[in-house]
């Protein structure tokens, strides 16, 4: 699991350095699918992963609107503050934690009961998710993505040759 967010942290910050070569209105135009925009969705992984974190802990959520970070700038400064928290979580994770009982309240009002590690892996899939929406907007401006590949990062640990 430590793996994964690992590596969706050196994706992001891969995507956050390409948006600071992308212009403003780019990064802003409106696209199809997800929740708007480039830059918007960069905002968007970065807060519903520190808020689920948050929220697996009983603490309070963060209620800010995209309207108070629409530069690439207040986009890193946000992900500054949020991912010390998000990575000591994540640090921390242990088995025993995998099967602790969350219960969230959907969209519909109803109560879903889930674990932790559903949530935490979750989270994850929501990233990725994102990064590939991310990857066909920057071909349809005309520019490379970020590579999504695990491969080649030095993310495994304990394999020798």
Known sequence: MKTMFTYNWAVREEWLKWCEEISEAELLAKRAGGVGGILHTLFHVIDVEWSWV???????????????????????????VFRPEVEAFVLDWNDGLEDLVYRDIGGDCKERVLTWGEVMRHMIAHEIHHIGQLSVWSREIGRKPVSANLIGRGLASGITG
């Open 54 to 80: 948050r929220s697996l802990q009983g603490k309070s959520d963060f209620d800010e609107s995209f309207d108070d970070y629409r530069s690439i700038r207040q986009v890193r400064e946000l992900e500054d």
